[in-house]
Structure formats: C-alpha cells, structure tokens
C-alpha cells in the first residue's frame, strides 16, 4: 500500500470549516483513500473513502486531486466533538489487506 | 447493528497470568483483523482471518501470543504468559471482503489491558 504523509497537529475553530491534507505521491490506479479518525479511548472511526471522484456523505467531505497524489478531507462544520486523530490510509480495492495507520493528525477543535 | 463488540473494556492482571480477550464481529462481515496500540508503536496490526482462517500473523509478537476464530461470530486473542510490555489497548475490527471488494474496516471499542 502506498505511504502517506500528514500534518501531526491541526487547530481549527468550532462551527468554520476543517480541511484536513494527505499526501500519497505514490498511490497506484487500483488504491483507494480512506480517512478514520480516532477520538481518545475509542476505536478508530470510518469516515469516508474514494478512488478518483469526489465523496461526500453525512460525516465529510473528500477531494481529490485529479492527479491522485494528494487528498482532502472537509469537516463543513467543525464541532468540539470532532476533536480526534484522523488517519489517511491507501489501500489497494479486492485487498482483505489490514489497514496500515500512520501517525495521523491531531485536529483540535476550539470553542 | 451492535457495531463490533469486545470484551472485557478493561483487564488488570499480574505477570505471568493467562489473558484471553474476545470480539464478536459485525453480522454478516467474513474478515476480522486484532489490532494493538500504545503510546510508543501506535496502531499495530497483529494478526488477521478471512472466513475463519488466518491469513497472516507477521505481527504476533511471539508466542506467548494466540488468536482462534471458531466461528464467523467469535474471535479470541490469548497471552500466556502475559509481561508488562503486553499492556495496550487491543482492537478487533470486522470488514467484508467480497471477490472484488472489501468495505471499509469497523472497529471495536477496544480492550485496555494493564499488566502489573
């Protein structure tokens, strides 16, 4: 699976926009993006993946860019709860595969 | 949906001590994946099945580490003996795996294991 690369910490202001970055210059043509996040004491949490188009569902937002080598993910209205470490994953689509985490970005929400 | 459920939430056991941990995946999901995470090392993979049969377990410490799947809906990880660097918070997750898909992973809340 291709390697990606994130922030470690983001800050953000309740109620405006998250817009968390991930790099994967080296993701293949079958390997999809998934973003978890992991808020303290819980287990990580699914929230969005894609191939190429744009995803949105009722938890975020992901853009990608045309070429592939970097992804976004947009929390539209960051609330206190989005407090978390969300993790940037590529993974190859038919793989049973585990998910290989990184370090992740801290994203800290404040009041 | 349960989600996926493990217990026990928490252990405190002494050195030395049998540990066995358990998940109960998400209905209908044929991959289950035992993760660990620390402080240190972050979220490791331990071992992972496909339809009840393990398909790799490069990531088992050693072999003081083991991991059965009896069945579709009942998975258990082991330490015999347990040592103080085994403390961590243990995941389960479950995912289906189809011929040319697999959804997403969904974890567990986790085990927090302290051994003294």
Redesign the interface.
Known sequence: DAKTTQPPSMDCAEGRAANLPCNHSTISGNEYV?WYRQIHS?????II?GLKNNETNEMASLIITEDRKSSTLILPHATLRDTAVYYCIV?A???????????GTQLTVLP | DAG?IQSPRHEVTEMGQEVTLRCKPISGHN?L?W?RQTMMR??E?LI?F?NNVP??DSGMPEDRFSAKMPNASFSTLKIQPSEPRDSAVY?C?S?Y?G????S???????TRLTVT
């Open positions: 998934y819980q287990g990580p949490q699914y993946h993974r689509s038919g793989s049973a595969r585990q998910l290989t985490f990184g370090s | 996926v991959s994946f993760y972050g979220l993979l992972y496909n398909i790799d995941f997750a995912s795996y011929r040319s898909q697999a997403p992973l969904h974890f567990g809340n986790g």
